[in-house]
């Protein structure tokens, strides 16, 4: 049995769109989607638009997400092999393959996770549309790297899956896509990058949403050293210079996005001191979901 989870907030019209998407799957297994959110407008949005029994809906108490993610585990731990567990968000959709591909993925016995490969929906030839696409290619360079030689790399929360044999917890405060994948490789697990999985992401289209979004993500990782110290980072700012800066500088394809990448390489400079120095100033990861908005993000609502 493969349970779809969706963990959105507030973005009724987003999710319908994911509900659908996923709904429309041909998988040659049992699937059943649930939606996770703290609103129960959402869940009667939903009901409304696709019939009742069609999804399940778990009301998220809003905490933080890992929490509510802790509560997806246990609900749904299981000790058959064969159930997965597949996690994406309410604000992104996957391609018509992506449930498929991941099932295929765990018809072996040897693979624990799985994670998807995310794409931006925003232009390339925008600044902040190559602000996404940029990064999106460089990680999926890595994952397929990482991947093909069976060593340890973080998921895409976006679109990732487990064996919910593997796992009945987290740690709370920790970026699910670096902790889950960390756990089962140190069971002796294999995590898979499937780049036919894609997920479909819009970024920000603006440097407040931006430089936000980047400056929370950079902080949810730093606090991975504390509390998980023996766990590889494959998300630092060393990492990020190690592997992408060969990539980046061959990556645009004219003078204009030449551009776009060099000032994309300050502004990043920018937001790891930011995020520092907030980190400094005991301004840390806060799990509370979507403490900041990131409006722009927002695909239809």
Not at 173 to 186: C, F, G, H, Q, T
Not at 210 to 215: F, G, I, L, P, Y
Request: hydrophobic letters at 35%; proline letters at 5%.
């Amino acid at each position: 049995m493969i349970h779809v989870i969706i963990t959105s907030y507030k973005e009724p019209k987003a999710t319908l769109r994911a509900v659908e998407v996923l709904l429309k799957q041909k998988v040659k297994d049992k699937f059943r989607v649930v939606v996770v959110d703290p609103f129960i407008e959402t869940e009667k949005f939903l009901n409304k638009n696709l019939g009742k029994g069609k999804i399940d809906f778990m009301l998220d108490p809003g905490i933080g997400k890992s929490d509510a993610l802790n509560m997806i585990f246990e609900m749904y731990y299981s000790k058959n092999r064969n159930d997965v567990l597949v996690f994406t968000d309410g604000d992104v959709y996957v391609s018509d393959n992506a449930i498929e591909e991941i099932r295929k993925a765990f018809m072996d016995e040897k693979v624990g996770c799985v994670c998807g490969r995310p794409v931006p929906t925003n232009s390339r030839n925008t600044k902040y549309g190559y602000w996404a696409h940029l990064p999106f290619d460089g990680v999926d360079n890595t994952r397929k790297r990482l991947s093909r030689e069976k060593k340890f790399f973080q998921c895409s929360g976006y679109l990732f899956g487990v064996r919910s044999s593997l796992i009945d917890s987290i740690p709370l405060d920790l970026s699910e896509d670096a902790v889950v994948p960390y756990m089962i490789w140190k069971k002796g697990f294999e995590i898979r990058y499937i780049g036919e999985a894609k997920v479909f992401v819009k970024g920000p289209e603006n440097w407040k949403d931006w430089s936000n979004q980047k400056v929370r993500n950079i902080k949810s990782h730093e606090n991975i050293s504390k509390i998980l110290p023996d766990m590889p980072r494959t998300k630092s700012l060393f990492n990020e210079i190690k592997e992408g800066i060969i990539f980046a500088i061959v990556h645009p394809s004219n003078l204009k996005e030449f551009y776009w990448m060099t000032v994309q390489a300050f502004a990043r400079l920018y937001t790891y001191y930011r995020a520092y120095y907030e980190i400094k100033q005991k301004n840390v990861y806060n799990p509370a979901w979507r403490d900041t908005e990131i409006n722009s993000t927002k695909p239809l609502d």
